[in-house]
Nanobody
Framework: QVQLVESGGGLVQPGGSLRLSCVASGFGFSHYAMSWYRQAPGKERELVAAVNTVGDRMNYADSVKGRFTISRDNAKNTVFLQMNSLKLEDTAVYYC?????WGQGTQVTVSS
């Protein structure tokens, strides 16, 4: 069964940091690019960051460049999203995507 399970979301103050994790199972993780999306209330889901199969090529949305870092550990079938200098507008449900499958999402709330 193909599955993506996210974790690491929570409540953080502006300027704080969070690290999201997504553990994959049921497919050849190391053979697929992986990505993180987010969806804020009342808005469409948007691509935040993507990483290639070996983890040496990354792409970011302009809104998170310089603050977020995507990485992966193929030995652990896990993709990460390190989020620093968080802003109020980063509040959203964050989803992992790979192999055409979505994770269930993890809530990130940035609030003072």
């Amino acid at each position: 069964q193909v599955q993506l399970v996210e974790s690491g979301g929570g409540l953080v103050q502006p300027g704080g940091s969070l690290r999201l994790s997504c553990v994959a199972s049921g497919f050849g993780f190391s053979h697929y690019a992986m990505s993180w999306y987010r969806q804020a209330p009342g808005k469409e889901r948007e691509l935040v960051a993507a990483v290639n199969t070996v983890g040496d090529r990354m792409n970011y949305a302009d809104s998170v460049k310089g603050r977020f870092t995507i990485s992966r550990d193929n030995a652990k079938n896990t993709v990460f999203l390190q989020m620093n200098s968080l802003k109020l507008e980063d509040t959203a449900v964050y989803y992992c995507r790979g192999f055409g499958v979505w994770g269930q999402g993890t809530q990130v709330t940035v609030s003072s």
